[in-house]
């Protein structure tokens, strides 16, 4: 594991504990169904892992996200480590690392063998959801932004945090290896 993907501080982290899950989950898996509704093709990419769970264990968060993909009508729900039932796989690592590699700034190949990125269970499921991943060319200012004009305020936005915090919010050309 190298030391060169930004964590979330550890005050922020604190700050979270307390953050209500079902808002959290309520608004995650709006933004799922608007990927799906945007990027069907991501779905279909999955094949046979298309009804996968995944736990997505960001290590500088509070909580898991379960990740359901649900054949297309995926949904995702925040919860404490302690409450995570049968997944098909897990994925742990910083919060950069899964942006990272959402967002094509980082190689998801590159993160997994160095270990920023940890899985457990099905990898088969992981790698066809990374394929998927990469294939859709995300942008979470895209995904996230109704019009033209909160895209962009929300690319401002997300470039003042990305120069502060390091953590990749946009979709941009790769710049970042996650070692050297």
């Given amino acids: 594991m190298t030391e060169d993907l930004p964590e979330i501080p550890q005050t922020v982290q604190v700050a979270m504990r307390p953050l209500p899950l079902r808002p959290v989950s309520i608004l995650l898996s709006r933004l799922a169904r608007r990927v799906a509704a945007r990027h069907p093709d991501l779905f279909e990419r999955m094949g046979e ?15 898991v996200l379960l990740l359901d993909l649900g054949h297309g009508d995926p949904s995702i729900k925040a919860m404490r480590r302690a409450r995570v ?6 994925i742990r690592g910083p919060v950069s690392g899964f942006l990272g590699m959402m967002h094509g700034t980082l190689d998801g190949d590159a993160l997994f063998f160095s270990r920023d990125l940890a899985v457990e269970g099905d990898t088969s499921s992981v790698l066809a959801l990374r ?8 942008d979470l200012a895209e995904e996230i932004g109704i019009g033209s004009t909160s895209v962009k305020l929300l690319r401002q936005a997300f470039g003042v945090v990305e120069r502060a915090t390091g953590l990749p919010l946009n979709r941009h050309q790769m710049t970042m290896e996650p070692y050297s």
């Fill in 49 to 63: 892992y298309g009804g996968a769970r995944f736990a997505l264990d960001m290590t500088d968060q509070p909580f």
């Fill in 131 to 138: 394929n998927a991943i990469d294939d859709a060319e995300l």
């Fill in 85 to 90: 039932g049968a997944v098909d796989a897990t």
